[in-house]
């Protein structure tokens, strides 16, 4: 029986902190941050990936890191909060639909994550979520920063909002820029395993052209943010699952969004990757699923809510060979730190007047 980071089947190893620029946002140090594409190598890294009908989108696998045995739950209460309960408000100007619904409307935020580790094509999940220039997205940080060949980051790094069978209906977002904790860089201590990117302008082709689709969060909104907070609020959970269950059953395809819903627990405990904190939900989403949002607050109208955790480890409990669970790091005022290195700043556009990709990169 395996619990498995929800992305797959990698064993952890050592980071290179060295390779990590720190930001002095606080101390003791709490972020580090790392450069994925250049406007220079933009051109390159979309025509990995759009290439024959975005074929290497269809054949990345899901990636994570090994559990080696079943977390625990320990019930101690609450989680010690590092200060007051706080939230970043969602994207102002998406408006509502029209008339409510009883359903689930799913949020345009979501989307998976693709990269390349060495001769490798993986994916995860991830979401937009809101900042100064509408340009950033969560995700869990071992679907950012390599945990396995000890390279400094994933290459070829991109984000597609509402991902379907192939398919990138609101652009390519090409990473510019990643921020972690500096816990998870160093020490690969999984209750900090979550990221933040910037991303540069979104990217779609027409008439043979690249176009820039504008800003992400003015495509397709931007989830708020929520640290400190009580565990146990109502939470909806988005991803790609992607994995078949340890069965071998391939319930899930990893080219539609899935949700889950309930009250997480605190917390689950795993010593073999320095788990001590995690928040758990009931969730039979399998690999694939790593880095996709937690929310609080959710509304089905607006599509938005509070990103409270990102989906980190996962899989089966009761040794049925089903997955059943998933676990988040809990979001507190560290968090938050992290996202404020990287919430004001600035990416741009890499498309030039003449629709071809490059050294654009001027504010």
Not at 254 to 263: R, V
């Given at each position: 029986?395996?619990?498995?980071?929800?992305?797959?089947?990698?064993?952890?190893?050592?980071?290179?902190?060295a390779?990590?620029?720190?930001?002095?946002?606080?101390?003791?140090?709490?972020?580090?941050?790392?450069?994925?594409n250049?406007?220079?190598?933009?051109?390159?890294?979309?025509?990995?990936w759009?290439?024959?009908?975005?074929?290497?989108?269809?054949?990345a696998?899901?990636?994570?890191?090994?559990?080696?045995?079943?977390?625990?739950?320990?019930?101690?209460?609450?989680?010690?909060?590092?200060?007051?309960?706080?939230?970043?408000?969602?994207t102002?100007?998406?408006?509502?639909?029209?008339?409510?619904?009883?359903?689930?409307?799913?949020?345009?935020?979501?989307?998976?994550?693709?990269?390349?580790?060495?001769?490798d094509?993986?994916s995860?999940?991830?979401?937009?979520?809101q900042?100064?220039?509408?340009?950033?997205?969560?995700?869990?940080?071992?679907?950012?920063?390599?945990?396995?060949?000890?390279?400094?980051?994933?290459?070829?790094?991109?984000?597609v909002?509402?991902?379907?069978?192939?398919k990138?209906?609101?652009?390519?977002?090409?990473?510019?820029?990643a921020?972690?904790?500096?816990?998870?860089d160093?020490?690969?201590?999984?209750?900090?395993?979550?990221?933040?990117?910037?991303v540069?302008?979104?990217?779609?082709?027409?008439?043979?052209?690249?176009?820039?689709?504008?800003?992400l969060?003015?495509?397709?909104?931007?989830?708020?943010?929520?640290y400190?907070?009580?565990?146990?609020?109502?939470?909806?959970?988005?991803?790609?699952?992607?994995?078949?269950?340890?069965?071998?059953?391939?319930?899930?395809t990893?080219?539609?969004?899935?949700?889950?819903?309930?009250?997480p627990?605190?917390?689950?405990?795993?010593?073999?990757?320095?788990?001590?904190?995690?928040?758990?939900?009931?969730c039979?989403?399998?690999?694939?699923?790593?880095?996709?949002?937690?929310?609080?607050?959710?509304?089905?109208?607006?599509?938005?809510?509070?990103?409270?955790?990102?989906?980190?480890?996962?899989?089966?409990?009761?040794?049925?060979?089903?997955?059943?669970l998933?676990?988040?790091?809990?979001?507190?005022?560290?968090?938050?730190?992290v996202?404020?290195?990287?919430?004001?700043?600035?990416?741009?556009?890499?498309?030039?007047?003449?629709?071809?990709?490059?050294?654009?990169?001027?504010?």
């Open positions: 029986m395996k619990l498995l980071p929800l992305g797959g089947c990698l064993a952890a190893g050592g980071l290179l902190a390779s990590f620029a720190g930001i002095a946002t606080a101390a003791p140090k709490v972020t580090t941050s790392a450069k994925l250049t406007a220079a190598n933009a051109a390159t890294t979309l025509e990995f759009t290439a024959d009908g975005g074929a290497n989108f269809k054949a696998d899901p990636f994570g890191l090994e559990h080696k045995r079943v977390p625990k739950h320990v019930s101690t209460g609450g989680p010690a909060a590092d200060g007051k309960p706080g939230i970043v408000p969602a102002a100007d998406i408006p509502a639909a029209a008339a409510r619904t009883k359903n689930v409307n799913l949020p345009k935020t979501a989307g998976r994550v693709f990269f390349v580790l060495g001769e094509l993986y995860c999940s991830a979401s937009s979520v900042s100064t220039y509408k340009n950033l997205v969560a995700t869990a940080g071992h679907c950012v920063y390599d945990p396995v060949g000890n390279q400094s980051v994933a290459d070829k790094w991109v984000f909002p509402g991902y379907y069978q192939g990138a209906p609101w652009g390519v977002y090409i990473g510019k820029q921020f972690t904790h500096y816990d998870w160093v020490y690969e201590d999984a209750d900090r395993d979550y990221a933040f990117v910037t540069y302008n979104g990217i779609a082709r027409s008439s043979g052209r690249w176009i820039d689709v504008g800003p969060g003015a495509k397709v909104g931007g989830q708020g943010l929520a400190n907070q009580k565990v146990g609020q109502a939470t909806y959970v988005f991803g790609y699952p992607t994995a078949a269950h340890g069965d071998g059953d391939y319930a899930y990893g080219h539609t969004l899935k949700f889950c819903y309930g009250k627990t605190y917390p689950r405990v795993e010593s073999s990757v320095k788990v001590e904190e995690h928040v758990a939900l009931r039979s989403m399998t690999g694939g699923a790593s880095g996709g949002p937690w929310i609080i607050g959710y509304s089905s109208n607006r599509r938005l809510g509070y990103l409270n955790g990102v989906t980190s480890l996962g899989g089966d409990t009761d040794g049925n060979l089903r997955s059943d998933i676990t988040s790091p809990y979001f507190d005022g560290e968090t938050y730190s996202y404020k290195a990287a919430a004001p700043l600035w990416s741009g556009s890499i498309v030039k007047k003449d629709g071809t990709l490059g050294l654009t990169e001027v504010k």
